[in-house]
């Protein structure tokens, strides 16, 4: 089948694949509990035969990809900047009213799990350690995570970025 023809599946979970010039949206993504692989390494061709096998969505800045493949599923974000980007892709695929903030590494996408204050003391400093009882931790990188004034300026930001769009804040 041409490139061009190829078909994307979509599941009933809302799935996207970044590429590479899109890593700070893919992170916001992650914030906002939406599955957001994405993995600098690939060709537009490996980028989009994932993509269909996994039934993603691909965000991309690649105009060429756009050209090539002529897939479902597959959107260009016009904006640059990554809140505007956000706010684009958040408003294309109505996606205000399904995000789980907090529940995904930023960084390696996978869902976090609860960790017990015990488990985590040598992976935070002491004033977050004195400060806070509860804490995420992710399986795969082992990032920890927890409710600070970090948590509170990205729950502001995004409030700010997404207020038109039907996002409900927390």
């Not at 537009?44 to 691909?58: G, K, N, P």
């Not at 004033?127 to 729950?155: D, E, I, K, N």
Request: hydrophobic residues 40%; charged residues 25%; aromatic residues 8%.
């Amino acid at each position: 089948m041409a490139p061009a023809d190829r078909p994307l599946p979509l599941g009933s979970e809302m799935r996207f694949m970044a590429d590479a010039m899109l890593e700070r949206l893919a992170a916001w993504l992650r914030i906002l509990g939406f599955d957001t692989a994405l993995d600098r390494t690939l060709s537009d061709e490996a980028l989009v035969q994932q993509a269909i096998q996994q039934q993603r969505v691909i965000l991309t800045r690649d105009r060429r990809l756009t050209e090539e493949w002529r897939v479902s599923g597959l959107h260009f974000v016009a904006e640059t900047a990554p809140l505007a980007q956000l706010r684009e892709v958040s408003r294309r695929f109505d996606l205000a009213g399904h995000a789980r903030p907090f529940t995904r590494c930023s960084r390696c996408n996978t869902v976090l799990d609860p960790a017990s204050k015990r488990d985590v003391r040598a992976a935070v400093p002491p004033r977050a350690y004195a400060s806070h009882s509860m804490f995420l931790r992710c399986p795969t990188c082992q990032r920890v995570y927890w409710p600070g004034a970090h948590t509170r300026r990205m729950r502001r930001t995004l409030r700010d970025t997404l207020a038109r769009l039907g996002w409900p804040g927390e």
